[in-house]
Structures are given as C-alpha cells and as structure tokens.
C-alpha cells in the first residue's frame, strides 16, 4: 500500500504494532516510535508524521479502549487496516532451552504462554517487561536469558529463536488502524467507521441498526463507550461494510445525522483480507 | 442490605471496592481481601465466601472487561449492584502542603488528578502505587509523602485528609457488582443482565433487540466482548430494567432461547438507587 513514508506507531521498535505498520506502509518508510497511543494520534493531529499505527482490537482480549476513545475525541481518521496473527517465539542467545534460567516478557504474552512455559522451561524465573520489544532487547543482553516475542523482533535485535508459536490459545490476533488525517478513497471493498450517540429511550438504538438493515448494511462489530460528557452516557463505535460514499452507506448516514444527537465519520478504508 | 456475613473483594483494604462491599454488606461482614477480580470469582464460586464485591463499570473508563469475562466464563451470579462516587483526596501527616515532597498513588488517580496537582503541589514528584489503598498506606510511613485515595482509606489507615475532591473531572463513578451463586430474589425494581449470542448475519442484533422492544423492556447498556470460541466473534452482556421473573423479561427470554445460538442468565437484583 503506498503511503507517505513517515509513519508514527506504539513503540518501542519491534513491536508487532511495529511490524503491522511495516507491513501497511512498506520497509522504506521512515519510523517514529511512540510511548503511547495518545502520542501516536498526536503526532498524526500536530502533522508531525502524516500517518500512524496503533492496536484497536485483539481477538481475545477485545477493544484497545485507548485508541477507540482517541479516535471518539479528535479528528484523526482511520486510513487503513491490517489484521496480525499474533504468534508468539522463545528467543534466546542460550544454547539450549536447559541453560535458560529467566523468561522476560510483557505480563500478556507470560500468561498467553503459560502452560507451554510450565511445560518446557520449568526452571526459568518469569520477569515481566513492559513490552515483548523490550523483553527481546533484555535477552539480547542476558545469554541465560530468553524472550517471548514475535519473530520480527527477535530479527530485528539479533536474538535467535529457540521455539515458534507457544502460545496456548490457538487463535490470537489483533487488528490494526493506519491514522491519517483524511480516510482513504472507495475501492469497491471497503469498511467504514462511525460512531454515534442515540437519545435515552427505549428502543433508541434499535431504530439506529432498522437504518441499517433497510439500506442493507451489515455491522461487523459494535461497541459502547462512556461519552464522558455525562456519567453513563454512551456513545456507540460501530464498523459497516461499504465506503461512505456507497449509495446505501451515504443514504443511511444520511438519515442518522436527523436521527442521532451525534454521529461521525471516523473513517472509510479499504477492507484487510488476510 | 442483609447477605450472609462473608465477603471476598478485590483489595487491598480501603480500596472502592472494599468501601462499595461495606455498603452493600454492613459493617459486621467478614471482609477478605483478594488480589485480583479472578480470585474474587474463585472464591465465590469454590464457596469460600458466600459473597464476593468487584468492580464492573466506570463511567469515564467503560466495563472492567475482566470482570465482564469473569462472568461470560463461569456461573456465579449478579445478586446485587452498588454506584459510588469516586472522590479522590489528598492524605498526609505534613502539616501543610508545601512540605509534601512525593505524592503516591495508582497511575490512573494520579492522572485523574493531574491538574489539581499541577496547580498546587507542584513541587512533588508523582510515584505509581498498585492501587490507592497500598498509596494511602505507604503515605502512614513518610511524613514527607502524601497519597491520593479515598476518605474511607485514610481513615482506616489513619492519615489525615488535607484536601477532598481533587479530581479534574466532575463525574466518576463506579458500579460495583454482588456476586454470589444465586442471583436475587424479585423486588419490582430490578435489573437482569444476560449475555447473548447472535447468529453471524445481517440484521441479526437488530431482531434480538426487536424482541425487548415488543415486550416493553428498555436495555440500559449494551456492550460486546470477545467470544473466546473463535476469533473476531462476539457476545454482547446487556443490562435490561426488569426482573428475569417479571412476565415481559419471562416472555422475552423464552423467545432468545430459540432465537439466540447462545443465551446466559447473569442475575437479576434490585436496582441501585443513589
């Protein structure tokens, strides 16, 4: 996909928000590692990078709470997305998995493992990192040390890996959103991201999705958020297929705009098929 | 509210979550701490405690999503709800601010009360606690330190409160939940909360929600999580006004249960009115 070549994404270097951006925007772009998602949206708002990457969902855990409520509060669009299989490698600069004596890894990845750890390495003490990059740089440094993280970061630091795919869970992937400034043009494949408000009666939402279903427009996920203008107030994040500019996604959006007290386009972007 | 005199709770002492059960179970209950929403869970369902309390939803934050697949996962019940503010303070044996030259807390109060301490302790370096309550208790050990916590957490570790309300934010609060084998018995003001499954196809959300409207009940939140069955599927735990024995709720399940690949009763309890 080819995009301008200054992307922002949640660092440190070798994440796998790291190699989802390298896979959206190709391995000559020039990368700026973020602290966090807020710093991410903020550098693609201030145009100190024209494009961004960040988590938004994983299959298990669910919704990346921070970038939903990023995308809700500023004028940051959704470009793009790509959906990484999240496979989870034991690297270590140890000869064999016997010598290893301490594991690194960020909390998550450490209980995804669990029981291929207690399995295979029941010796090794287990040390929490702040990120699977930051674990693997740890074992760079440590040869009776190990890592889990993803290949790509275990290349990326030099580190060998001893094992591939130990996590426990078979299906384990998160997507992922390009941020621009404006969303991307209709390709004829496309989602689109909105989120809206509905007035506090019953039925209220149900009227939202019976625009949908007349314009035959399918959701493929639907989530609530806090609006954080008043306490349990919600707003609704929704993905529909079709680009805005589709008859039946801009008629239905259309309607909505009478029929929500806010509604906004966070963006259209062609669809990720693995 | 009469429960049976044995309470887990997410802990430390003087957390939300211990004032929130105080509330929900007296004075007199047997309070036992436990380190994370899970062994709460554990603990009720393995009936060690007849009652457990853990936080399900904030109003800024969104859902405790571990609590939430806490419940998908097993079959403890919802048997009662509490709302308490969240009102920060400022706890500390100096005798003046000026003197404060750390101020502990959990990074999430710490930021909530970011301007606030901005503004008047500036000179105090900011350190990251695990929880409020560990906060206020290492504030009782450094009379240079002060913590920000609740005023039931200084009382308990007898700190004196030098400022109350500190929070940036007019509204937060949050909604605790009693758990325990059974849910509660019909009052004529309840809430259930169910968790459905709905068939992979267009519309399919739309006709679960028609059902509630045909029968007269209004959802007060609706919310979807991974399914944890296969990748990209969901469930969606939503809250109904209404007790699972009030004929409209009765009539409305039995229907779901056909229509619905996946129906679960989460509890009926009295509504929470503050």
């Known amino acids: 996909m080819a995009v301008e070549a200054h992307v922002a994404f949640l660092g440190p270097a070798g994440t796998f928000t790291h190699e989802a951006a390298r896979v959206l925007c190709g391995p000559n772009a020039r990368y700026d590692a973020c602290s966090t998602i807020d710093a991410v949206f903020d550098a693609v708002r201030r145009k100190d990078a024209p494009n961004g990457v960040v988590p938004i969902e994983n299959s298990t855990e669910g919704s990346v709470t921070q970038a939903l409520d990023c995308l809700l509060a500023g004028d940051v669009r959704i470009a793009g997305e790509m959906v990484l299989d999240i496979v989870h490698c034991l690297a270590s600069h140890a000869a064999t998995i016997a010598e290893i004596e301490r594991v690194y890894s960020h909390p998550q990845a450490l209980a995804q493992c669990r029981r291929w750890l207690a399995a295979n390495v029941p010796q090794a003490r287990l040390v929490d990192s702040p990120s699977t990059a930051a674990a693997v740089r740890h074992a760079a440094g440590d040869h ?121 386009n966070l963006g259209s972007y062609p669809r990720f098929r693995g």
Chains 1, 2 share one sequence.
Request: glycine share 6%.
């Open 144 to 264: 009776r040390g190990a890592a889990i993280g993803s290949r790509f970061a275990a290349a990326l630091h030099g580190v060998p890996v001893l094992h591939e795919a130990i996590q426990d869970a078979e299906h384990n992937a998160t997507r992922f959103a390009l941020l621009a400034p404006h969303d991307a043009a209709r390709t004829g494949d496309d989602k689109t991201t909105i989120a809206f408000a509905v007035h506090d009666e019953r039925g209220a939402l149900l009227r939202v999705l019976e625009v949908f279903d007349e314009n035959r427009i399918n959701l493929s996920r639907i989530e609530s958020r806090p609006s954080k203008q008043r306490a349990w107030d919600y707003v609704f994040i929704a993905d529909l297929e079709g680009h805005r500019t589709d008859g039946n996604v801009a008629r239905a959006l259309t309607v909505l705009e009478k029929k929500c007290p806010m509604l906004k």
